[in-house]
């Protein structure tokens, strides 16, 4: 099974791709992880990422896609199945994903976009809290310290980031919606696309997609 995974930030993509990861025995493809992977080596690829992350700049869309071609042209087996997650980004990654995909005689299967109400989002991101050691997260309600303020793995003290605050969320979904509509648009118009409701709980989700999977026999021949 090869799919993609889409939503928003904080609609709890890596609780869920988690799950999936262990349950079907797929890779997980983090964009985010890979680029950490990339720059602990050394070579000119890692040179070239270090030197947009050292000026605070983002890196472009063309070197994450060498990046991930990289990946499954030589880096695993995209038969055994992958979950690719903040990849693609845009419509022309995701015409460029099935160039990748059709190299290696493979090609996607599914489309995973968990649709997330703001009002979940901003209560998921604003309630979050990071510890300034360990970097262990916690949640002012889901997932609570034991002490108020405190990590309970190394007693470092827990803060909010700058910018988990409402405003900059709103902004944050208004800038994903913009940038995501081309993206859902290509792969519905490819027939790849499943939305769920990402409102539910991780839990819940998971067992609707096993249950998917589990009804389109399909996933499992390529």
Partial sequence: MKIVLLGPPGAGKGSLA?????????????????????????????????????????????????IVDQKLTYGLRPEEGFMLDGYPRTAAQ????????????????????????????????TGRRICRKCRAVYHISNHPPKVAN?????????????DDNEETVKTRMEIYAHTTAPILDYYRKHDKLHTIDGDEETLVLFQEFVQFVNENKEFHKN
Avoid: M
């Fill in 18 to 66: 988690a799950l999936i990861k262990d349950h079907f025995k797929i890779w997980h493809i983090s964009t985010g992880d890979i680029l950490r992977e990339e720059i602990s080596k050394v070579s000119p690829l890692a040179a070239e990422i270090k030197s947009y992350i050292e000026y605070g700049n983002l890196v472009p869309d063309t070197l994450i896609t060498k």
């Fill in 94 to 125: 995701a015409e460029d994903l099935d160039k990748i995909l059709k190299k290696t005689g493979s090609s996607l299967d599914l489309v995973l976009d968990l649709e997330t109400s703001l009002n979940l989002i901003v209560k998921r991101i």
């Fill in 150 to 162: 405190i990590c309970d793995t190394c007693q470092g003290a827990l803060h909010q980031r700058a």
